[in-house]
């Protein structure tokens, strides 16, 4: 596999850092493209459970090169705080390089985002309060933006900040006048601080990651977030604020996606999101509830209890064609062991119409009543499941019609936590 792709198929948080955990000895580089310290990652390694933000699962193996792309905003103070808290833990991490067309992120970004989210009340996106929305907002913006090769020119970066947090004061005051004054100075003292630690990771890696490609070396391609979250492909508005399907591979990194050989999707096996919008397979009920313990389904990052249903296939197959997969991961299987049934969601209703096309208006979506097929469940702990023969047949009839319904194969089916916990078909 010289040149291979991870991309989530739902609303995020499917598990994508354990198939990504064991891919990377498989690849010399690891490359995330897009998202920041919103996103995260649970990694089980050597023993230790590892749970990573900005850095790509490759940084746990000394012999690889973890690298986060152009596509990816940055929170360098949140960057050196996951680089110690990791060290901490005994690892000994591998080479990391840092794309200088990067987008940093600023303490007004957090306060302008806290700001605006409050403003919009019960209608509010629900985000993580990072800064994340509001640093790709700049960058799209251009004026207002600062990226990771700006913080190596010191007077430049000097001018743009102060030019920068003029207007930022204006607009926050405007929005809320009891909100704090940022100073340029302070700002320019706390990053410099941050630059000096990493300016030697720093580089254009776009034309690093082209160079490794023409001299054969492999690469593993790390999504975040998951398709449906997708700025232009997702539940939009509540979606995050980058391409975080398999589209955004071209964009964040620079790499073309002809480049790639394959294109892996993680699914759950069941549904799960966080934050707002609608979400037509949830369950809010015991069953719900069983699904989210069993599944310890609350935020790597946020600790927030997230939503959770059925398996969605129609929103899942969207995922699945705009991503363009070959190949369909199926995570967190064993969560379903103790259930009498289970659903799949394989078309909606939506105004007297049956349909398997995923909405693009989210008051569409909001409308959209699930189609369910019923199937057995096994009832039976499959923990302990190596080969795909050894599972009971109704948990191999509930992933061939997983495979069936998303038009694409199983190649791995994941049972617990543990790399070993993972059936590679």
């Given amino acids: ?6 991309v989530g ?3 995020g948080d499917e598990a994508k850092g354990k198939i990504v955990d064991i891919l990377a000895d498989q690849h010399e580089i690891v490359v995330r493209y897009l998202g920041g310290n919103n996103a995260g990652h649970t990694v089980m390694f050597d023993g230790q459970t590892y749970k990573l933000s900005l850095l790509p699962s490759g940084i746990l193996r000394p012999d690889a090169t973890s690298v986060i792309a152009n596509g990816v905003v940055i929170n360098p103070k949140a960057l050196l705080s996951e680089i110690e808290r990791i060290k901490a833990q005994g690892a ?9 067309k990067a987008h940093v992120i600023f303490p007004y970004h957090m306060a302008e985002e806290a700001i605006l989210e409050a403003r919009r009340g ?17 960058k799209a913006g251009r004026n207002h933006a600062i990226r990771m090769g700006d913080l190596l020119r010191p007077e430049l970066f000097r001018e743009r900040l102060e030019e920068i947090v003029t207007d930022k004061n204006i ?43 023409k001299g054969g070396s492999s690469m593993l391609f790390e999504g975040a977030q998951g398709s449906l979250l997708d700025i232009d492909h997702g ?8 391409n975080s399907s ?14 790639i050989d394959r294109m892996i999707g993680i699914v759950k096996a069941y549904t799960s999101r966080v934050g707002g919008g609608p979400c037509p397979t949830e369950l809010e009920d015991e069953t719900g509830e069983h699904i989210r313990q069993e599944g310890h389904e609350f935020g790597t990052v946020t600790g927030r ?22 190949c369909i991961a199926v995570m967190l299987l064993d969560v379903l062991s103790k259930l009498d049934e289970l659903k799949i969601c394989e078309a909606y209703e939506i105004n007297g119409e049956r349909t398997t096309d995923f909405p693009s208006q989210l008051d569409d979506l909001a409308l959209a009543k699930p189609i369910y097929r019923t199937l057995p469940g096994w009832k039976t702990d499959i923990t302990g499941v190596r080969k795909l023969e050894d599972f009971p047949k109704e948990a191999r009839e509930y992933i061939d019609t997983v495979s069936e319904l998303l038009e694409a194969e199983v190649g791995f089916v994941s049972i617990g936590p543990d790399r070993e916990q993972t059936v590679i078909l």
């Fill in 246 to 259: 398999g589209c955004g591979i071209q964009a964040g990194s620079g790499v073309p996606s002809r480049k």
């Fill in 305 to 326: 209890p997230r939503r959770c249903g059925w398996f969605d296939a129609v929103a899942t197959g969207h995922g699945a064609r705009v991503s363009g997969v070959d």
């Fill in 122 to 138: 019960d209608k509010a996106i629900g985000t993580t309060m990072r800064g994340i929305g509001t640093c790709y907002r700049d």
């Fill in 235 to 242: 539940t939009f508005p509540y979606v995050t604020s980058s």
């Fill in 1 to 6: 596999m010289a040149v291979t792709a991870v």
């Fill in 9 to 11: 198929l739902q609303w």
């Fill in 171 to 213: 607009i926050l005051k405007a929005f809320d006048p009891s909100s704090q004054t940022f100073s340029a100075q302070e700002i320019y003292d706390e990053y410099m601080g941050y630059v000096e630690q990493l300016k030697d990771s720093v580089i254009d890696t776009t034309s690093y990651l082209h160079h490794e490609l």
């Fill in 92 to 100: 000994k991490l591998g080479k990391l390089l840092i794309s200088d």
